[in-house]
């Protein structure tokens, strides 16, 4: 019962991905450190450096002094990112106001977030908040109101990337950020050989015996391999109207995964 994407009608995808991540909701975050060495997690960390949620020259900027900046983490799943920008808004730069709506289309893998808040000091609080949502449409929320939108390892699997990144565009402040970290294209052809070998015959295999399901592991590593280059991927989020900061995009270990930005202006 391979889910065999590639010949599938659009129309049916949304199901099919709707499938594979309650598949995997439970045993994502063992999954994520064995697929990728536990590479994921620092990656995430360096993720929220750069954006540094919460400090006060972004807060000048968008005009909210002292309201905190209002971020949405869309395809947020269990909440993994969700919880670090909060923990770097209150830990780093001692904003108590920053909050965060943890968007996503599963239900399962906002059940597992929402598990997974209790542990968390923001459980309860004002500053979480979880919201079943497609990325493509979210009528909920108000144009120009976001401060900082998120997407990490999310987008690939979007059926219309570009009504996503349109959609991240409206619902933006003028001066917000766009930020999405997502699997790319390595970018030595030696090392992208290793990584190949390692990403179509492991994974698949270490899904198959550590959470008994080989297909869904073997559709993400396709939808790594469909997704655009670095350059094509920025010249979409410029095509949804972004102003791209400096190169646009880096690269995280040797082109694995890249961070991609776009401001509003
Ligand atoms: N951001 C989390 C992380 O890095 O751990 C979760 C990433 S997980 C690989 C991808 C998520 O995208 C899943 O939770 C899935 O439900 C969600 N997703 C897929 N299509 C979506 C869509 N059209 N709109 C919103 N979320 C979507």
């Avoid at 993720?47 to 002094?65: D, I, K, M």
């Avoid at 799943?77 to 209150?90: I, N, S």
Wanted: aromatic content about 10%.
């Amino acid at each position: 019962t391979h889910f065999g994407f590639t010949n599938v009608p659009e129309s049916q995808k949304e199901s099919l991905v709707g499938a594979v991540f309650s598949s995997v909701a439970s045993s994502y975050d063992t999954m994520n450190d064995l697929m990728s060495l536990g590479i994921h997690r620092l990656w995430k960390d360096h993720f929220v450096r750069t954006l540094n949620p919460g400090s006060p020259l972004a807060r000048r900027h968008n005009e909210t002094e002292g309201q905190g900046w209002n971020i949405l983490d869309i395809a947020g799943g269990t909440g993994d990112v969700a919880f670090r920008m909060l923990d770097h808004a209150t830990n780093v730069n001692h904003d108590r106001q920053t909050r965060v709506t943890i968007a996503d289309i599963n239900p399962d893998m906002l059940a597992e977030g929402k598990k997974r808040s209790i542990a968390t000091p923001y459980y309860n609080t004002g500053r979480l908040s979880f919201m079943e949502a497609n990325a493509q449409t979210m009528p909920s929320i108000p144009d120009n109101s976001v401060d900082l939108y998120t997407v990490v390892f999310g987008i690939r699997n979007f059926t219309d990337k570009q009504a996503a990144l349109n959609e991240a565009f409206r619902v933006l402040k003028p001066g917000g950020v766009f930020a999405c970290m997502e699997f790319s294209k390595v970018n030595n052809d030696l090392f992208n050989a290793v990584y190949k070998r390692w990403s179509f015959s492991a994974i698949p295999l270490i899904g198959q015996v550590v959470a008994g399901d080989r297909d869904s592991y073997q559709y993400l590593v396709e939808s790594i391999e469909k997704f655009p280059s670095q350059e094509e991927f920025r010249a979409m989020i410029h095509k949804a109207g972004f102003m791209i900061p400096g190169r646009g995009y880096e690269d995280l270990t040797g082109g694995i995964a890249a961070i991609h930005k776009g401001v509003k202006p």
